[in-house]
């Protein structure tokens, strides 16, 4: 199956769950090409929640509105796809089941004894001088471990560096513009643009990753890795600056049936750059939707959303 007739299946589920269970409540916008997208004052409804007032709100309310993303009233959101499903653990107070899921490598998938972990959504990180914060799926933390999941439904590719996208309309241009390779340019002083405004990315980098900060490299390793490299140091940068890999990792959190991460599409080339060039063994760590589902297969209270998430999304457990 291509990215398309992939997508195209997505919006035949998506719209068929629109019509049985959001009419009238949808932006009016076109169906070809198109997923439904809900009304602003509908957004809690796509949100999967069992019929329990308490549970239900617990779940709604897991995210905060003021962190919904700009596309979240989409049906195809993959913020609301993980409010739902990690909502659903979180609100039915089975954090339990995370503990015996194994990742793709073999490895667990989240911590050894998840149900005394703590889980946030949009968990922002606020020790990387970003101007824009790092912000994470979903952080899962217990004493000092923590797991810092990032949730995929339909993209084609994990987030990439804009500098080297700067036009020269922007303001920004002169001092920050980057041409895609990681070597002294624009005046600076500094071989990275980021670096060059204090963002403190490449001050940790070479510690995990087999890239030298005092080196040129051609083109830029993390031009195209880089949301996977911000979710490392999300994980392994303490608030004291210090770097700590024991109990930590990354969790890509993936559709099985997304071409994208199979073995030659854009997101898995990604990942297979990152993962090579981590010093860190199991920092970087895979699971899809379809093996979270799993391991609610045996938990009767989880019945609501196996069905809901197969209907919607065509997410079966596998």
């Known amino acids: 199956m291509n990215h398309v007739d992939y997508e195209t299946s997505i919006r035949r589920s998506l719209w068929a769950w629109a019509d049985q269970y959001h009419r009238g409540e949808l932006d009016g916008g076109k ?4 997923s439904p997208v809900l009304e602003k004052q509908f957004a ?36 609301a796809l993980t409010q739902s499903v990690f909502g659903a653990f979180y609100g039915l107070n089975r954090l339990d089941l995370f503990s015996n ?6 490895r667990p998938a989240f911590l050894a ?21 790092t912000s994470i799926d979903v952080m899962m933390r217990r004493l000092q471990h923590r797991v810092a999941i990032e949730c995929k439904f339909t993209e084609q ?31 600076r002083s500094k071989r990275c643009a980021l670096t060059s405004i204090d963002i403190q990315y490449w001050r ?20 195209h890795t880089y949301q996977l490299i911000r979710n490392a140091l999300a994980a392994t940068v303490n608030e004291d600056g210090r770097i700590d890999c024991d109990g930590r990792h990354v969790l890509i959190v993936y ?5 994208a991460f199979l073995p030659d599409g854009k997101a898995a080339k990604q990942y297979a750059i990152a993962s090579k060039a981590c010093r860190i063994p199991g920092l970087f760590r895979q699971i899809s939707w379809q093996r979270i589902l799993a391991a609610t297969t045996h938990a009767s209270e989880f019945s609501f959303l196996l069905d809901a998430a197969e209907v919607k999304y065509g997410l079966k457990p596998e």
């Not at 169906?31 to 198109?34: E, L, M, S, T």
């Open 31 to 34: 169906r070809d090409g198109r």
């Open 44 to 79: 809690d409804k796509n949100v999967l929640v069992p019929t329990n007032v308490a549970k239900a709100h617990k779940i709604t309310r897991a995210l905060p509105i003021r962190q919904r993303h700009r596309w979240f009233c989409s049906l195809r959101s993959s913020q």
């Open 101 to 106: 899921i194994m990742a793709d490598c073999g």
């Open 113 to 133: 004894e998840s149900d005394e972990a703590r889980i946030d959504f949009e968990y922002e990180v606020d020790n990387l001088r970003e101007p824009r914060r």
């Open 157 to 187: 590719e994990f987030g990439i560096c804009s500098r080297p996208m700067l036009t020269s309309k922007e303001k920004n241009y002169p001092q920050q513009y980057c041409n895609g390779n990681y070597q002294f340019q624009q005046g």
């Open 204 to 223: 940790y980098i070479p510690r995990l990753f087999g890239w030298s900060d005092a080196q040129d490299h051609l083109p830029c390793p993390v031009r």
């Open 255 to 259: 559709d099985a049936r997304n071409p």
